[in-house]
């Protein structure tokens, strides 16, 4: 049996891993590579392996670096299976199109302003070629085994977002495990990673490997900000990824306004994708901290704003009040008109909270810019600028070190770093080489590991 690494390894996306027995190929992760040119350009190479030769995919979770590839591969001919927990399943059926439809909308820009070298620049996969690669989905229930072929698997929660799982192969006496995004065990709305069986092998995923979060109370910090806006007659814009963030968000306003600690202000998702993720959310309960009531309570306490009607008529609405919108890192969607209605009023916010990357508009305000460029027009950026942290996904490195601790591997296990920056992966290296006995290995790009297998 061997694995060879396709993506995830040596950065922070594009996840692709492809185990391989003598008569068995699976692709556990099949990632789009964003960010940098550089990396995005691997997404058009020749693919290195025969489409028709892969029996089958299994996904961790539905984030685009693990799952966003599989409409490539059945562009250029792939029927085999996919197999997801049915949350992830639900997830991929929202983002998948909505990615082939914006990788449509940004090809006709290119080709109308002359962007790009090729006469007619063409998407990835468009929306239609994303709906028709649904069709290969096949849920699966956590802890239920499946196999393909000579090789079994097994997913098991592991927090991050709704059906995030690791993976458990097993092939003639090896097992590897797939540790998928590594959630954190006091997430506010997702359950703790459960631990690992003893494996062999496990891909570990260092996102965080080298930053501990953030110690400072998020729900004060929340309430504070809320309060002081609120204070100054202003709205509060949010700018919030679309899958777990927007929910969380959510909830959190929803407690704080219960409680008392916050004034009950009007609320709008101004989001028609984080409010289909919201109703799956709902729908799936049982998979994360929140309740059927609460679910319900979000619904019965934030205005949902479906159209774009719905949407322009918020500026009508006095402050103060709350708006939670698109894109995260303010690099499109609906949180652009409202910063052109609102950024300029030195009484409104805008907070923030996730990571920002650089060159983003979320970034360039994060660091006081005073004007922001928002279709064609310079914005002046009045607005106090905000932060609220201790809100990600993903386990740091000493929550990594918990997680492997609690887990049943054995001193024997080999370890190989994956899905981190340059930085992060060698810093977890050092960290774990520390205070563990593991054998660690950081993957390299096209690394290929064979296993012997029991005869």
């Known amino acids: 049996m061997r694995l060879t690494f396709l993506g995830g390894s040596e950065t922070v996306t594009g996840s692709k891993y492809l185990l391989e027995?003598?008569?068995?190929?699976?692709l556990v992760d099949c990632g789009l590579f964003q960010g940098y040119k550089w990396l995005r350009e691997r997404n058009r190479q020749p693919l290195p392996l025969g489409i028709n030769e892969v029996d089958a995919i299994v996904l961790t979770h539905a984030h685009l670096d693990h799952s966003g590839f599989v409409p490539v591969l059945y562009k250029n001919g792939f029927r085999g299976p996919v197999y997801a927990h049915y949350g992830t399943v639900g997830l991929c059926q929202i983002l998948w199109p909505d990615s082939g439809r914006i990788q449509e909308e940004d090809a006709k820009f290119y080709q109308k302003h002359g962007l790009s070298r090729h006469a007619k620049p063409e998407p990835l996969y468009d929306e239609e070629t994303a709906e028709q690669a649904l069709r290969l989905m096949h849920g699966i229930e956590f802890e239920k085994s499946f196999s393909v072929g000579d090789i079994t698997f097994t997913m098991q929660p592991v927090g991050h977002i709704l059906g995030a799982a690791s993976v458990i192969a097993e092939h003639k006496g090896v097992r590897i495990g797939f540790s998928g995004d590594v959630g954190r065990p006091d997430d506010i709305l997702m359950c703790p990673p459960k631990p690992?069986?003893?494996?062999?092998?496990?891909?570990?995923?260092?996102?965080?490997?080298?930053?501990?979060?953030?110690?400072?109370?998020?729900?004060?910090?929340?309430a504070d900000i809320v309060n002081e806006t609120a204070a100054a007659g202003?709205?509060?814009?949010?700018?919030?990824?679309?899958?777990?963030?927007a929910q969380l968000l959510q909830h959190m306003l929803v407690t704080l306004m219960a409680e008392g600690r916050i004034p009950r202000l009007p609320i709008f998702l101004d989001s028609p994708?984080?409010?289909?993720?919201?109703?799956?959310?709902?729908?799936?309960?049982?998979?994360?901290?929140?309740?059927?009531?609460?679910?319900a309570a979000l619904e019965q306490s934030i205005l949902y704003t479906h159209s774009v009607d719905e949407s322009?008529?918020?500026?009508?609405?006095?402050?103060?009040?709350?708006?939670?919108?698109?894109?995260?890192?303010?690099?499109?969607?609906?949180?652009?008109?409202?910063f052109k209605h609102w950024l300029g009023d030195h009484r409104s916010t805008v907070l923030f909270s996730g990571h920002q990357a650089g060159g983003t508009r979320g970034a360039k305000m994060a660091q006081g810019v005073e004007r922001i460029k928002i279709h064609g027009q310079w914005i002046p950026v009045k607005a106090r600028i905000r932060q609220l942290d201790g809100l990600s996904g993903h386990a740091d490195y000493v929550e990594l070190e918990q997680w492997l601790a609690q887990s049943a591997l054995s001193k024997d296990t080999k370890i190989y770093l994956v899905h981190g920056e340059p930085d992060a992966l060698e810093a977890l290296s050092d960290h774990l080489k520390?205070?563990?006995?593991?054998d660690m290995h950081i993957a390299a790009y096209r690394q290929v590991l064979h296993f012997k297998t029991d005869a």
Do not use: N
Request: hydrophobic share 35%; net charge negative; with cysteine.
């Open 21 to 26: 027995t003598e008569s068995t190929r699976v």
């Open 273 to 295: 994708m984080a409010i289909s993720v919201s109703d799956l959310y709902a729908e799936h309960h049982d998979y994360h901290r929140l309740s059927a009531g609460q679910c």
């Open 312 to 338: 322009k008529a918020i500026a009508s609405q006095g402050a103060p009040h709350i708006i939670i919108a698109g894109s995260g890192m303010a690099t499109g969607g609906r949180i652009l008109h409202h």
């Open 196 to 222: 690992l069986p003893d494996v062999d092998y496990l891909l570990l995923e260092s996102t965080y490997g080298d930053r501990r979060h953030s110690t400072t109370d998020p729900w004060q910090q929340f």
């Open 434 to 438: 520390q205070t563990t006995s593991y």
């Open 234 to 245: 202003g709205v509060l814009m949010i700018p919030s990824f679309a899958v777990g963030r």
